[in-house]
Each structure stands twice: as structure tokens, then as C-alpha cells.
Nanobody
């Protein structure tokens, strides 16, 4: 059974940074394209970053491009999200998942969601 365990969230002030981690188990991690989603209160879950399983190519939503970096450690079965220059609009629950393709259109999560990690950006 695949498990996704996110951590690293917290309360920070605008302009600060956080690094999220997602430790996976029950899958051959290096076979999968991985991603980070987020869901703000009252909003739909939003895909924000995708990383390929080879060569570490990555793409980002316009809302986080230039501020967030997704990267992975295949030896540790872990995907990360480095978040810099955080804004109040980044406040959300963050989730990782494997996805069905490398892109933002017609991409779906593959596995059941983990518990997520809460990021709150507030002064």
C-alpha cells in the first residue's frame, strides 16, 4: 500500500521560507512523476509543481514560479518543496502525490492523499 507522509509546514511571516518534505513508501519511487498540490480553505486543490522521474525536470504553476523549487531524492524516496518569498496567498494545506503525466493539463493524482502539512503565512 502506498503511503505519502508530508511534513515541514508551519507558521511563517511573509517573505520567509519553508521546506516541505514528503516521504513515500510502497512504490518504486524512481518510476513516478511526483508533484505538490495545495488546497486553501474554501478552494479546490491546486497543482503547483511537478518533477519528472528522470533528469529532474520541473514545471510550476504561475502562482509559485520563481519562488518555489521542487526536487527529489530517489535514494530516500522523498520529494521536497522549497518555498521562498512566501506570501499570504500561499497559506494552504500542502500535499504530495505521484501524477499521471508531466504537465498541468489532464494530469491526475495516482494515489490516495496523505494527511498533508499546513502552511500559514501571516504577519
Amino acid at each position: 500500500q502506498v503511503q505519502l507522509v508530508e511534513s515541514g509546514g508551519g507558521l511563517v511571516q511573509p517573505g520567509e521560507s519553508l521546506r516541505l518534505s514528503c516521504v513515500t513508501s510502497g512504490l518504486i519511487f524512481s518510476d513516478y512523476i511526483m508533484s505538490w498540490y495545495r488546497q486553501a480553505p474554501g478552494k479546490e486543490r491546486e497543482l503547483v509543481a511537478v518533477i519528472s522521474n528522470h533528469r529532474d525536470n520541473a514545471i510550476y504553476s504561475e502562482s509559485v514560479k520563481g519562488r518555489f523549487t521542487i526536487f527529489r531524492d530517489n535514494a530516500e524516496n522523498t520529494v521536497y518543496l522549497q518555498m521562498n518569498s512566501l506570501k499570504s496567498d500561499d497559506t494552504a494545506e500542502y500535499y504530495c502525490n505521484a501524477v499521471t503525466g508531466y504537465g498541468f493539463k489532464s494530469v491526475r493524482p495516482r494515489f490516495s492523499w496523505g494527511q498533508g502539512t499546513q502552511v500559514t503565512v501571516s504577519s
